[in-house]
């Protein structure tokens, strides 16, 4: 089991930044990946971004690239997203993922491969 708690989330003006940070507990040994989705009220969740536990390449929704970066500390049981040059479509919940499938590494923007879960944290982007 892992347990995953975002913090950093807040409401700020279009063109700033945020980091958002994620604890992992538990048993992190197991994860195979780390990643942060978001979710809009009435919409399905969408990837933002993913990390491979061992060191291979990142991936990022098209939406985001060039402005969001994951990244984790040497620990490897956090987790952070900086979000630089917010836009108002950027405004969602933000949500922490792991997975302890293997094949995650292969499709790091897919949610199914997620099992666990934390409890969000909103961003609100102003105009």
């Known amino acids: 089991q892992v347990q995953l708690v975002e913090s950093g989330g807040g409401s700020v003006q279009a063109g700033g930044s945020l980091r958002l940070s994620c604890a992992a507990s538990?048993?992190?040994?197991?994860?195979?990946?780390m990643g942060w989705f978001r979710q809009v009220p009435g919409k399905e969740r969408e990837a933002v971004a993913g990390l491979p536990t061992n060191g291979d390449p990142s991936e990022y929704a098209d939406s985001v690239k060039g402005r969001f970066t994951i990244s984790r500390d040497n620990t490897g049981n956090s987790l952070y997203l900086q979000i630089d040059s917010l836009k108002p479509e950027d405004t969602a919940s933000y949500y922490c993922?792991?997975?302890?499938?293997?094949?995650?590494?292969?499709?790091?923007?897919?949610?199914?491969?997620?099992?666990?879960w934390g409890q969000g944290t909103q961003v609100t982007v102003s105009s």
């Open positions: 538990g048993d992190t040994y197991t994860m195979w990946c």
């Open positions: 993922a792991a997975s302890t499938q293997a094949s995650c590494r292969w499709s790091l923007l897919q949610n199914v491969k997620y099992a666990y």
